[in-house]
């Protein structure tokens, strides 16, 4: 089925297709999983907000073209439920291939709303843990 | 009132209080915008991810504890919205005291949760935007 013709019926569907999307380096599978609409945005670790999905898809599109292909592992999911929208809270433990080292953890913030088209991400927040100087701390 | 009777009527006022408790340093005010639940997290600029109210709680007291008194400005607000569940994406503009600059914008998504007394944050995640550099980004 393309990508672009598939429904995910649990948020937890939509972040496995995510995280599967960075492992594969899949464009098509990763626009799958946003949201039609406008209203999505997107910050990688360290970096601005990216707002719509032309900001959003154009960001994957960069980092896929450099990446090896991410291998991931998540851990200290948490969760806040609604009808119609979900947040996940996890920790992305990455690695850039089988034998590299894994990178300090990511602190993400998922969020997935139940859409006409089964549910998609709207925000996707990564920050880096590597800062781990408390005077880094603005507020 | 005393601030761990205030119930918080929308997200709006949840939110409005949670940046006066910044800007007066009002650790009261600060714990009653949370949701009295241990399943709440905040992540500070460059920090760690924090869990649960007693390290919460710990952490807002060392930051008022060394702070003039932020003021702030907030832009740029994106939110989705449920019944019992909000998000909130923000920019941050921060100056500690009058006489300051603002510093680079910080991202800020904030979580809020409908309760049996009213409306409280549940997750506040938020991410220093002065890394601007490309090469800087995991994923």
Same mark, same amino acid.
């Given at each position: 089925?393309?990508?672009?013709?598939?429904?995910?019926?649990?948020?937890?569907?939509?972040?496995?297709?995510?995280?599967?999307?960075?492992?594969?380096?899949? *464009?098509?599978?990763?626009? /799958? &999983?946003?949201?039609?609409? !406008?209203? +999505?945005?997107?910050?990688? %670790? $360290?970096?601005?907000? *990216?707002?719509?999905?032309? /900001? &959003?898809?154009?960001?994957? !599109?960069? +980092?896929?073209?450099?990446? %090896? $292909?991410?291998?991931?592992?998540?851990?200290?999911?948490?969760?806040?439920?609604?009808?119609?929208?979900?947040?996940?809270?996890?920790?992305?433990?990455?690695?850039?291939?089988?034998?590299?080292?894994?990178?300090?953890?990511?602190?993400?913030?998922?969020?997935?709303?139940?859409?006409?088209?089964?549910?998609?991400?709207?925000?996707?927040?990564?920050?880096?843990?590597?800062?781990?100087?408390?005077?880094?701390?603005?507020?």
């Amino acid at each position: 089925m393309p990508a672009n013709k598939l429904v995910f019926s649990s948020p937890e569907a939509t972040e496995a297709a995510f995280y599967r999307a960075l492992h594969k380096n899949d *464009l098509g599978l990763m626009m /799958a &999983v946003w949201d039609d609409d !406008e209203n +999505i945005s997107c910050v990688h %670790p $360290g970096g601005q907000r *990216l707002d719509g999905r032309a /900001a &959003v898809r154009q960001s994957w !599109e960069q +980092i896929f073209a450099h990446s %090896p $292909g991410m291998e991931f592992r998540l851990s200290d999911e948490s969760r806040y439920d609604d009808q119609n929208l979900t947040v996940h809270v996890v920790h992305e433990h990455i690695r850039l291939g089988k034998d590299s080292n894994y990178q300090p953890p990511v602190i993400a913030t998922n969020v997935y709303r139940l859409t006409g088209n089964g549910w998609r991400m709207v925000m996707h927040h990564a920050s880096p843990t590597r800062i781990g100087n408390k005077q880094e701390i603005l507020h």
